[in-house]
Nanobody, 116 residues
Framework: QVQLVESGGGLVQAGGSLRLSCTASKSISLSNRMGWYRQSPGKLRELVAQ???????NYADSVKGRFTISRDNSKNTMYLQMNSLKPEDTALYYC??????????WGQGTQVTVSS
């Protein structure tokens, strides 16, 4: 079992920046896929950014050029740097880690609110 704890959410004005962190209770070095998702009221959870083993990344079109996903294996932590935030980025953000043969894990979520 792997516990994930997100932090870094908050209230920010449009155009501002936040950095989300997701710290795992165990090593993330064997993860096959890591990512950030978000969900707004009345909407489905959507993929924001993804890191795949081997180093490739995927981003939602709506965040390309503004958000950057990264990881620090030595700290068992994944990050999401969010710049040029927009009100439509307001959501509950979740981190996710998939370790094949072990499990697929989710954090509890951290709220990001962007005011106009």
């Amino acid at each position: 079992q792997v516990q994930l704890v997100e932090s870094g959410g908050g209230l920010v004005q449009a155009g501002g920046s936040l950095r989300l962190s997701c710290t795992a209770s165990k090593s993330i070095s064997l993860s096959n896929r890591m990512g950030w998702y978000r969900q707004s009221p009345g909407k489905l959870r959507e993929l924001v950014a993804q890191l795949i083993s081997g180093g490739s990344t995927n981003y939602a079109d709506s965040v390309k050029g503004r958000f950057t996903i990264s990881r620090d294996n030595s700290k068992n932590t994944m990050y999401l740097q969010m710049n040029s935030l927009k009100p439509e980025d307001t959501a509950l953000y979740y981190c996710n880690i998939l370790i094949l043969g072990v499990g697929n894990y989710w954090g509890q979520g951290t709220q990001v609110t962007v005011s106009s």
